[in-house]
């Protein structure tokens, strides 16, 4: 059983939409979650990383908490094509300090 | 400021040959993490280091894996001997306890 999973898509979104990337969790213990971007033959850049219930917001970038549901999601507003990457979900090991790593949604922004 | 910086960031060789890949880690990070990444197993951990000491190094996949890191700004994962199936790419990140991991620009391995 996988303990982050993500819809590795593709998810496909016209220029200018809202992108919706979800990411489940099995471990309750997990206490930060993490957002990163992945371009091709590039490293993982991190984008948000969200610690407590509910929204945080950095410009077009919204990540949602719901430790209840055991659910992370990341909303891109007002889409460019040059979002287009694989999107990394990441959860902390309760235990440690290592991250379990969801294997990416891929969004592709159309113009 | 200089990130985590990994050499080499491509690497060529034959099957049996022993390879070396290096990491210096962001000045002050006391945290080390090894990664290797394939497109069906995804991001895998295969070591971590806290202040130099291996802490989990149970994603090592056999014994042809080793990592050291003899001080607080290198460390390398040595595959001896090396198959065509450790083809990948090996990321090396660092951070500070509770923060984001910062990653390496990786290194591509393949293994003909």
């Known amino acids: 059983q996988k303990e982050v999973e993500q819809n590795s898509g593709p998810l496909s979104v016209p220029e200018g939409a809202i992108a919706s990337l979800n990411c489940t969790y099995s471990d309750r213990g997990s206490q930060s979650f993490f957002w990163y971007r992945q371009y091709s033959g590039k490293s993982p850049e991190l984008i948000m990383f969200?610690?407590s219930n509910g929204d945080k917001e950095d410009g077009r970038f919204t990540a949602q908490l719901n430790k209840a549901s055991q659910y992370v999601s990341l909303l891109i507003r007002d889409s460019q094509p040059s979002d287009s990457a694989t999107y990394l979900c990441a959860v902390n090991h309760p235990d440690n300090r290592k991250l379990i790593w969801g294997l990416g949604t891929s969004l592709a922004v159309n113009p | 400021d200089a990130g985590v910086i990994q050499s080499p960031r491509h690497e060529v060789t034959e099957m049996g040959q022993e390879v070396t890949l290096r990491c210096k880690p962001i000045?002050?990070?006391?945290?080390l993490f090894w990664y290797r990444q394939t497109m069906m197993r995804g991001l895998e951990l295969l070591i971590y280091?806290?202040?130099?000491?291996?802490?989990?190094d149970s994603g090592m996949p056999e014994d042809r894996f080793s990592a050291k890191m003899p001080n607080a700004s290198f460390s390398t994962l040595k595959i001896q001997p090396s198959e065509p199936r450790d083809s990948a790419v090996y990321f090396c990140?660092?951070?500070?306890?509770?923060?984001?991991?910062?990653f390496g620009d990786g290194t591509r391995l393949s293994i003909l």
């Open positions: 990140a660092s951070n500070l306890a509770g923060q984001p991991q910062h």
């Open positions: 969200i610690y």
């Open positions: 000045s002050g990070h006391d945290y």
């Open positions: 280091f806290n202040n130099n000491v291996p802490i989990d």
